[in-house]
């Protein structure tokens, strides 16, 4: 039933950053759209608000023909709603980011969507409005990685603190002292020693840490600190 008979047609699509690293590089996951408009060109994973759908909703099951996965960090960035920003129809389009361990993913999902991994320093031109959307991301990405420990949603179970330092590098672009980042995500008391030694590592067989998901559930939203003030506000 159409109780607004007087109201304009406006589609609403929810646009999906996600980023992986891979030990060395932020990358984004994205696609080359087989369809018009802009078929052939690099896109963010999309798709169209279903009627029986919340938002969240729509953005897991996107995530998940994609990746294959569920319950990963998804959070929801912004709207963008310009008049003339997607060529095909009117569309507002409700952005989310998330995060996942790279190895997880379901490559055949990958694979089928015409997807790649690709660094974001080497990422092609987007269509519509998706660079921007990918620049509020990393500037997002970078706030949220200062002042709360999302950066482990981005690990393997296992990690060594030079891993998490190379992420975190990663993050922000610079180059970390890492005496006080060793201090300061072991002040935390998030990280459990598990006893066991990286034996590929280069630091002499690194120490094996694991999260302590439940003081990590627990104090999610608590200001942790992790870099210094400078970059929290660049």
Not at 64 to 79: A, H
Not at 169 to 180: G, L, S, V
Request: aromatic fraction near 12%; glycine fraction near 6%.
């Amino acid at each position: 039933m159409n109780n607004y008979p007087q109201a304009s047609r406006i589609l609403v699509a929810i646009d999906c950053i996600i980023f992986g690293f891979d030990g060395k590089d932020i990358k984004l996951l994205l696609i080359k759209r087989n369809f018009e408009p802009e078929k052939g060109k690099w896109s963010l994973m999309g798709g169209f608000l279903n009627q029986e759908e919340d938002l969240s909703d729509g953005a897991a099951r996107i995530l998940y023909n994609l990746t294959g996965l569920k319950n990963i960090y998804v959070e929801q960035l912004e709207t963008f709603g310009k008049i003339d920003r997607d060529p095909g129809e009117r569309t507002v389009s409700v952005v989310f980011f998330a995060l996942i361990q790279i190895d997880d993913h379901d490559a055949e999902a990958v694979k089928s969507h015409h997807a790649s991994w690709i660094s974001l320093e080497c990422r092609p031109h987007l269509i519509f409005d998706h660079e921007v959307m990918v620049g509020k991301a990393i500037e997002h990405l970078k706030y949220k990685a200062a002042l709360h420990p999302i950066g482990f949603e981005l690990l393997p179970e296992f990690f060594t603190i030079p891993q998490l330092q190379k992420l975190y590098e990663a993050i922000y672009n610079i180059p970390i002292d890492r005496r006080n980042f060793s201090r300061k995500l072991l002040s935390t008391g998030l990280l459990i020693d598990t006893g066991l030694k990286n034996h590929n590592s280069t630091t002499k067989k690194a120490t094996l840490y694991k999260l302590d998901t439940f003081k990590y559930k627990e104090k999610f939203h608590s200001f942790w600190n992790f870099m210094p003030d400078s970059m929290k506000e660049s």
